[in-house]
């Protein structure tokens, strides 16, 4: 199975376990302590684990759509990548660095969290461009520009709805 259908299906089991999308409401049953900073200038977020205590930092000037999005995002990390955080932390300055596989993991979680696959394929259906849909939903474009990335590699047909070719997510 590829990493991809892995973190679908875990951002899944998550959603249906705890019935929600709300990634401040499952960190908490997760035992993932929720931490907002004023203090932070440029960072957006950031995970660490602290004599075996996991937390998510939040810069609390954020808009709340990006708090949900740092917060779902940093979730990813807590869950896929939590090995490898032991002698280290994730921050984020910029939340679509591509060239980091943990990054993309961590928006490919964060996107399939947030974003249900028939909602947006709905808005797509109804003749919605993506930024329309980004809008509808509340949610910044590249999430919603990663969620279609992975709908179509679960065979969604989303190319038919005159999407933007973008190289992205390349």
Do not use: W
């Not at 940093?74 to 490898?84: A, Q, S």
């Amino acid at each position: 199975m590829k990493k991809e259908q892995k973190i679908f299906k875990l951002a899944d089991s998550l959603i249906k376990k705890y019935d929600t999308r709300d990634p401040f409401a499952i960190a908490k049953e997760l035992g993932v302590n929720i931490i907002f900073r004023e203090d932070f200038i440029n960072l957006k977020g950031m995970y660490k684990v602290i004599l075996r205590n996991r937390y998510i930092f939040i810069n609390s000037n954020l808009p709340v759509e990006m708090q949900h999005l740092v917060c779902a995002h940093e979730l990813g990390h807590d869950l896929l990548h939590r090995i490898f955080l032991k002698s280290s932390i994730f921050q984020e300055f910029v939340l679509y660095d591509m060239k980091s596989k943990p990054e993309y993991e961590a928006n490919i979680f964060a996107s399939e969290l947030l974003l249900d696959d028939e909602v947006v394929y709905t808005c797509f259906k109804e003749g919605f461009d993506v930024y329309q849909v980004s809008s509808m939903l509340g949610v910044d474009i590249n999430l919603l520009l990663i969620k279609v990335n992975e709908l179509q590699k679960r065979k969604e047909n989303l190319k038919s709805f005159g999407l933007p070719k973008s190289n992205f997510l390349k």
